[in-house]
């Protein structure tokens, strides 16, 4: 299915074409000198053809290329590791402090303290309901 912005896009490239077609010769290869040419990717790797140019600039270029890439990402899986690790830990603590505040709060009432109940496990409750709105 073509879109709105596709058939536009052709449109003006439809043009521009005519328009070069009506240009001398003289113009056409003044119009090539001045053309520049610009090259993208996305993601890790560059195309294989870069790649090849990478290894034409720098003597081996590419295979460095490579190594640090390799580098990069197991850098990254090991710091992802880590963050999981300490965000699990975090949530068990939280988990133990919550059920902690929530047994002092049940004995400050056995006690007769119910003022003191109250604020307790309101407090962890507001922190715990406040938590799980904010997502974090």
């Known amino acids: ?5 596709d ?13 070069i077609e009506a240009l001398s010769k003289k113009d056409k290869l003044l ?13 890790m790797l560059p195309p294989p053809a870069m790649l090849k140019e990478f290894d034409n600039i720098i003597p081996n270029g590419a295979d460095r290329l490579m190594k640090l890439l390799e580098v990069e990402v197991k850098e990254r899986h090991e710091n992802n590791k880590i963050y ?43 922190g715990v309901i406040i938590s799980f709105i904010k997502g974090k």
Request: hydrophobic share 45%; net charge positive; aromatic share 10%.
């Open 1 to 5: 299915m073509t879109s709105k912005k």
């Open 7 to 19: 058939i536009a896009k052709n449109n003006d490239i439809n043009k521009i074409q005519k328009q």
């Open 84 to 126: 999981l690790k300490y965000t699990s830990v975090g949530l068990y603590l939280a988990f133990a402090l919550a059920i902690g505040a929530f047994i002092g709060g049940f004995y400050l009432a056995v006690k007769g303290n119910n003022i003191g109940a109250a604020i307790l496990i309101g407090s962890v409750l507001s």
């Open 31 to 43: 119009l090539l000198q001045k053309i520049e040419i610009t090259e993208e990717y996305s993601g």
